[in-house]
Structure formats: structure tokens, C-alpha cells
């Protein structure tokens, strides 16, 4: 199958072109116009570069609030002051949960302008798609040895899509 967008070669089966991320099934395709993105042509797939990116600064993201909550409880401080660190740790928590949910983002994700959609509509899934089963439940698969490094392997198929994609039926495009 060529791809309308570039006119790459792509496998038959393939929803997405392997050269430029455009969406190969016309059911795909439509459902992604009709949403409110500003691609019309179709899903314009992340690159594995603003994949990382967005990784990093969540990983510093996530860093801090560990050192925040870590200082509210070894700090010789009045309490309250270790109370405020403890708050803003847990508030950077619930607030990387709420923006996954609603928006398909984390703070990397926001700050390098990419997002997480269902890879069969291109609409945001949602709490359950987005935290439970990308998150919570592939955090809970990463104690298998060597999960975490076949998980991250994954990115160099032809979709982009990681395991942790493929359990919740997710894909990350480019807002």
C-alpha cells in the first residue's frame, strides 16, 4: 500500500505510513478529521526524538516531586513549611494524572506538543486508556525482567507505538 500523504511504500496491513506517521485506513483517517485537530490529512505520528524529550522533562517532573515530598520529611523545619513542600510534590502527582486524562498530555508532552489519542479514532481516551492501562498498569508489568527495555524497543516498529500503546490502543501524535 503507498501512502497518500508521501507515497511511501508501506505493508498492506499498516495503519500508519512508516515514513511520514499519515493514517493508511480511510476509517482512521475520517474519524481523525473529524475531530478537533488542526491536521486534517490525518494523524501526523510523534517523533521518537520529542518522544524522548517528553519522557526526560516528565522524568524531572516526576524527580522533583520526589525531592519536594523527600524535604517535607527530612527537613528541620516548622511544619508548615514542610506541609507546603509535601502539597506542591503531590500536587505536580495529581496534576500530571488530571492533564493525561483530559488532554492525552504530561508537562513533557504539553511542553514539546505532542499528545496521546486512541489509535482508532485520534480522540483523547480518557482516564482509563491514558492513566490506568499506559501508567498504573505498565508500571506494574515493568517488575518482568527486561520488560522495560523490550517496551522501549518497540518504538522503532514502523508505527512508533510501544507496548505500553498497543495494551491501552493508544498512539502519541503531534498536536
Given amino acids: 500500500m503507498f501512502c497518500s500523504q508521501c507515497g511511501s511504500k508501506n505493508a498492506d496491513a499498516a495503519a500508519f505510513c512508516a ?18 485537530s488542526p491536521a486534517p490529512s490525518g494523524l501526523r505520528m ?22 519536594l515530598i523527600a524535604i ?32 492525552g498530555q504530561t508537562i513533557g508532552k ?18 482509563v486508556p491514558n492513566v490506568l492501562l499506559r501508567a498504573w498498569l505498565n508500571a506494574l508489568i515493568y517488575i518482568v525482567p527486561m520488560y522495560g527495555l523490550i517496551d522501549i524497543l518497540f518504538i522503532f516498529r514502523s508505527d512508533r507505538r510501544c507496548i505500553h500503546d498497543l495494551i491501552a490502543g493508544t498512539a502519541v501524535v503531534r498536536t
Avoid at 21 to 36: C, D, I, M, N, Y
Avoid at 48 to 67: E, Q, T, V
Avoid at 74 to 102: C, E, N, S, Y
Fill in 19 to 36: 515514513s511520514c506517521g499519515a493514517s493508511l485506513t480511510e476509517e482512521a483517517r475520517t474519524a481523525f478529521v473529524s475531530s478537533t
Fill in 46 to 67: 510523534a517523533g521518537r526524538g520529542s518522544k524522548l524529550g517528553a519522557k526526560i522533562l516528565d522524568g524531572l517532573a516526576l524527580f522533583m516531586m520526589y525531592i
Fill in 110 to 127: 504539553k511542553l514539546v506538543g505532542i499528545k496521546i489519542v486512541l489509535a482508532s479514532t485520534g480522540q483523547n481516551g480518557g482516564f
Fill in 72 to 103: 517535607s520529611f527530612i527537613a528541620d523545619a516548622p511544619g508548615a513549611f514542610a506541609l507546603i513542600f509535601l502539597l506542591i510534590g503531590l500536587g505536580i502527582l495529581v496534576m500530571q494524572v488530571v492533564w493525561l486524562a483530559k488532554d
